[in-house]
């Protein structure tokens, strides 16, 4: 944690002599979560502070608008406050729901440079997050390489960078889905989770998604590589990992398309089929394509049944003919379900794993063992 508040403080001193500061009376802003209630913004930052020793400091303001706030959490501070390298922007799902245009602030400023991922927590949690840890650490800076974490590691979980989520907002057809934040408590300590993903339709009906659900929502955006799913073969399972899947969209005489397509490496295999048989492997691809198409359309009826065009379909439409539908004078969520959408899925399992190698292995254990 000290080395990262150092890495901050001297990329600021390295960026010029222009507008020179005293390290000291400088806070580097790393984290701010806004919720809004009583017609106040409430605002609470975490900054990172450098007086005899680097620290970190959380505060909490209240006012008519975010510059107001800001300039509050800076008198509180007794610091100008440095606002280049904000990690994590979190919002209240209370404040989205207001429509409140938060975000005016962040687009203005020169120095903001909206690369941050940006969440949503309820508004019972939102002022307690960055208090979790000790003021030696800083939440912003663990949620930031969280998301980095799970998002290589975990397919449901899906970032959002503030510059997409602007983008998303102005753009006709797509709705933005969030990350959240939640607190929960491990052995009477509360620890920092990422939660399920989160949308809200044109009307700002909010829609929860489950693990599941994130899963193929990641597979059909392409924001998945790679994922691990569980697949039912009668009443037992075969897990498989998909690798390297590519998605793509097409429009074409009033029906979408959604074609996916990817490679499966077999993880662990309990059905009752032979599986060094060529009818086993194609039964097994069968099985897969099934799956992953059923998950799909459950996906896109609750998309349908919701209103809520959170993969964009009337985005990609709308940019290939602007005349199919009237997107100023018409609400897309609610044309959403009149829409003819076909799912295909195109997987091959061409790995069945490391089974004689690891025979292999256990054998050559047991000789070392034993002798």
Known sequence: MKKIIIMLISIFLLSGCADYVEINDLAII????????????????????????????????????????????????????????????????????????????????????????????????????????????????????MMDFNQNIFSSSTPLKFIDMIYNKYEYGINNVYPTITIKKNNDEETLYLGNLVSFNSKLNKLTFSEKESIFYNIITNNSQKTTLDIPCGNKLFTIEVQDIKTKFNWNKNVFTISTKSLGKLKEYNCNYNLNSKETTNKLNKLTNDYIKNNINNLINKMKKNNNDFIGIGNYIYKRNKNYFDFKNKNWDDNLKNINIKVKSNTKINSSGEIRKWKIMKKQIVFLYQH
Do not use: C
Not at 55 to 84: P, R
């Open 30 to 145: 790393s984290g701010i979560a806004i919720d809004y209630e009583n017609d106040l913004y409430k605002l609470t930052a975490q900054l990172i502070e450098n007086d005899k020793e680097s620290k970190v400091v959380v505060l909490t303001t209240a006012s008519s608008s975010i510059d107001e706030a800001m300039s509050e959490i800076s008198k509180l501070s007794n610091k100008e406050l440095f606002i280049s390298h904000l990690k994590v922007l979190i919002l209240s799902d209370r404040l989205i729901k207001e429509n409140k245009d938060f975000y005016d602030y962040f687009l203005r400023s020169s120095k903001s440079k909206m690369n941050f991922y940006t969440y949503i927590a309820s508004k019972d949690e939102i002022s307690s997050i960055f208090k979790i840890y000790s003021d030696k650490n800083s939440s912003s800076i663990y949620l930031d390489k």
